[in-house]
Structure formats: structure tokens, C-alpha cells
T-cell receptor, first 114, second 111 residues
């Protein structure tokens, strides 16, 4: 079975542009979470979606938005990109049919802002 | 104060050593706890869940102390392949989750 897949793997944008990152969860997983990881830090929680509804939100500005589709895939959108948005963006999925379910991560999208 | 704090690294240990990592969390309503491992330029991977009763998986032992809001990971008989960053993870909320990662502790195991 395929794991969590993310696209694209790498992306270069300039300040002020907009970007859309995509994630397909493990088959059967209904929960998708997004994280931002900068070098030397742990992943920072951005959003969690379950059954197409936002169920959790981290401390990120409104420039960050996301959605989940009926097939449980998800997109993360970032508007008005800043240099500080350069990071590895990770998507994780879990079954979330009970507490204490671990998350499975994709390889991430490495976003560079010039 | 950070919501999840870990021992500052890096830890440099010889093969065969026992090493312990500590982690504290600030929100007493936190519900689930995990240790993840992350290799350089790779995605985090689950190492083990952490339960109040403590749990062991081979050379790895995890402990949770809810009263002290403290999580630990013990690695016995360290291998070169254990070299990685170890991330403490805390989940908050029910019906919706907020997942908080610590900054990670870097471990180097040397021959």
C-alpha cells in the first residue's frame, strides 16, 4: 500500500506569490494534518482536518489555509509568501477513529522563497 | 515557556551506551504522547507511543508521568543506526487535535 504522498517535492517561489501544496493520505485514513518545519526545529502544527472539516489549527496567520476533499486528500494554500515561509512542509495522516493513533508522514514539500 | 520542551542536544555517546532523553509539557489536558525519530532530511517516523504504565519495545523504554507532566525515552545498548533526532510529541484536545512537537534532541552514536 502507498504511504502518504505529497507534491511537489520541491518548489521555488518569490515573495508575494501564492502556493498550493498537495497531500494524499494512506488509504483508509480520514485525518490529514499539515506541519511546517524549519531547519533545526521540530515540526510546527498548522492544521488538522478530519472528515473534510477543520478540527485543529495552530498559530499561523490567515495567509495559511487548507481544505480536505471527499477522497480525504488535502491542499495547503499559502498566500502573499514571505521569506520566512521557506521551510519543509509535511503532511501526515492517521485513522483517528480513536485516541492515541500515531501519524504517518509524507516526505514533505521543500519550499524556498526568493 | 514552550508547550513541549526537550533536553538540549546534541548527545554524543559510544556504541553500547545507555542514553536517556527527557521531555516536559505545559498543558495538563494533554491526552496522547509519542516519541518520533527523524533522520537528516527525512520525514519523522513513529518510534513508540507512551503510556502511563510505561512501555518497552526492544532496547527502547518510554515512561509518562502525568503528575509531573514529564515524558522520557531510554535507549539501551546504543547502535550506530540510532543516530538521529528524537522528537517528543504531545497531542491535545478531543474531537479535534493540536499536535505539538518538541524541538528534538540530536543523538550521535559513535563507534
Amino acid at each position: 500500500d502507498a504511504g502518504v504522498t505529497q507534491s511537489p517535492t520541491h518548489l521555488i517561489k518569490t515573495r508575494g506569490q501564492q502556493v498550493t501544496l498537495r497531500c494524499s493520505p494512506i488509504s483508509g485514513h480520514k485525518s490529514v494534518s499539515w506541519y511546517q518545519q524549519v531547519l533545526g526545529q521540530g515540526p510546527q502544527f498548522i492544521f488538522q482536518y478530519y472528515e473534510k472539516e477543520e478540527r485543529g489549527r495552530g498559530n499561523f496567520p490567515d495567509r495559511f489555509s487548507a481544505r480536505q476533499f471527499p477522497n480525504y486528500s488535502s491542499e495547503l494554500n499559502v498566500n502573499a509568501l514571505l521569506l520566512g515561509d521557506s521551510a519543509l512542509y509535511l503532511c501526515a495522516s492517521s485513522s483517528r477513529d480513536s485516541h492515541n493513533q500515531p501519524q504517518h508522514f509524507g516526505d514533505g514539500t521543500r519550499l524556498s522563497i526568493l | 515557556r514552550k508547550e513541549v520542551e526537550q533536553d538540549p542536544g546534541p548527545f554524543n555517546v559510544p556504541e553500547g551506551a545507555t542514553v536517556a532523553f527527557n521531555c516536559t509539557y505545559s498543558n495538563s489536558a494533554s491526552q496522547s504522547f509519542f516519541w518520533y525519530r527523524q533522520d537528516c532530511r527525512k520525514e519523522p517516523k513513529l518510534l513508540m507511543s507512551v503510556y502511563s504504565s510505561g512501555n518497552e519495545d526492544g532496547r527502547f523504554t518510554a515512561q509518562l508521568n502525568r503528575a509531573s507532566q514529564y515524558i522520557s525515552l531510554l535507549i539501551r545498548d546504543s547502535k550506530l543506526s540510532d543516530s538521529a533526532t528524537y522528537l517528543c510529541v504531545v497531542e491535545q484536545g478531543s474531537g479535534g487535535f493540536k499536535t505539538i512537537f518538541g524541538a528534538g534532541t540530536r543523538l550521535f552514536v559513535k563507534a
